[in-house]
């Protein structure tokens, strides 16, 4: 599920793939647009100034001019779970977002991407 997901984000953001299929793409740590607007970062633990355990998101999407960051988190879960699952991740990257504004001065929110295993998605939060 993450695999065609990510392509299709870096597509969109303008960031440059290596292959012209999801399924031959293999994602880089760090990835840029050719304008230099947006970064990304896959799976990568972010440093902070103190300790916090949930430090790495499955991406991060820096938006440099517009001083924005998101966390992207994927997970698929029992139907019954997705909207659980979907808190639980906002909750659990709470720190995270909290010191990522703080160090770096932007806005961060989280996105979590849940999916159920019958295919129930979580329409609780607006991305």
């Not at 517009?66 to 879960?77: D, E, F, T, W």
């Amino acid at each position: 599920m993450c695999a065609p997901l990510y392509f299709n984000i870096y597509k969109e953001l303008g960031v440059k793939v290596d292959s012209e299929h999801w399924y031959d793409h293999v994602p880089k740590s760090f990835e840029t647009d050719h304008e230099g607007k947006v970064t990304i970062l896959w799976n990568q633990q972010v440093r902070t100034n103190r300790t916090i355990p949930n430090n790495k998101p499955d991406n991060i999407i820096r938006y440099n001019k517009k001083v924005r960051c998101m966390l992207v988190y994927v997970a698929i879960s029992a139907d019954i779970n997705v909207i659980k699952r979907e808190t639980e991740k906002i909750l659990i990257y709470k720190d995270l977002i909290i010191e990522i504004q703080h160090m770096c001065n932007v806005k961060a929110k989280v996105i979590p991407l849940i999916t159920g295993a019958t295919g129930t998605i979580s329409k609780s939060h607006n991305t």
